[in-house]
């Protein structure tokens, strides 16, 4: 008896493109060039406005680096890669890195980012327990990215957090949607041809963390990564390289 083919995978959806404000919201610096930079420039192209919400620091990712040293360099290569896509708002939440807790107090520093933005798209990354079923997902990157999706729903509710509404903060029920990068079950994507070179460059700004994680030339190693995960996915997407999300609408 021989193995079934493997059944083809479904054409991935363009993501909507009738929205104004997103905010991207993830554990650490460099989680958002991994994931989606290419998209990002695509969306500050047309005029869309995009802000940066971090868990993070990211001061615990090398080993070489004491935290108070490598927390404030971390920070510095964030927000020259995010400026690389057309990205200004870059924030963070200062949890621990390495430690993130998902929460009551997670959620509450999410759902008062959301308010503040007031975005119709929230953007995360994969929140479940593997990549692909096969390399474990860190704690970090679980944490942030279900508490995210649950924000959503707590940022507009004004019975929950109501010392948001005392600082200020009224709720926000304008988020629409929900995408979820480096996700295994991808439903739409984004056009990356127009975006891609400045994904490898905004990826490439964090130079100090790629030294470390690889021993590979820097530009070649982020121009090889980046273009092939996006390519990898253009026989789905209309034979154009793309950035993929799994949606989850509101």
């Known amino acids: 008896m021989t193995d079934s083919p493997e059944a083809p995978q479904s054409p991935l959806t363009p993501l909507p493109e009738d929205w104004q404000r997103a905010l991207a919201v993830v554990a650490h610096p460099d989680d958002l060039e991994y994931g989606c930079a290419a998209a990002v420039a695509t969306w500050t192209d047309a005029g869309k406005e995009v802000s940066y919400l971090l868990a993070t620091r990211g001061e615990a990712g090398i080993d070489t680096l004491d935290p108070a040293v490598c927390g404030p360099l971390r920070e510095r290569e964030q927000r020259a890669s995010a400026a690389v896509v057309g990205v200004s708002a870059v924030e ?23 308010r503040r933005h007031r975005p119709q798209l929230v953007v995360t990354l994969n929140h479940r327990d593997t990549w692909g079923g096969t390399v474990w997902n860190t704690p970090d990157h679980v944490a942030v990215g279900r508490a995210a999706l649950d924000a959503v729903a707590d940022a507009g509710n004004r019975w929950i957090f109501p010392e948001l509404r005392e600082a200020g903060l009224e709720p926000w029920d304008g988020v629409r949607w929900v995408a979820v990068a480096g996700t295994d079950a991808p439903t739409h994507a984004v056009d990356a041809t127009e975006g891609l070179e400045r994904g490898v460059r905004s990826l490439l700004e964090h130079r100090t963390y790629i030294e470390v994680l690889t021993e590979e030339d820097p530009e070649s190693y982020c121009r090889s990564f980046l273009t092939g995960f996006a390519e990898s996915l253009a026989p789905r997407f209309g034979g154009r390289p793309a950035v993929a999300f799994e949606l989850f609408g509101r």
Not at 94 to 103: A, L
Not at 109 to 114: F, L, N, S, T
């Open 92 to 114: 963070f939440l200062d949890h621990r890195d390495g430690v993130v807790e998902y929460g009551i107090a997670l959620r509450r520093d999410i759902a008062a980012a959301i």
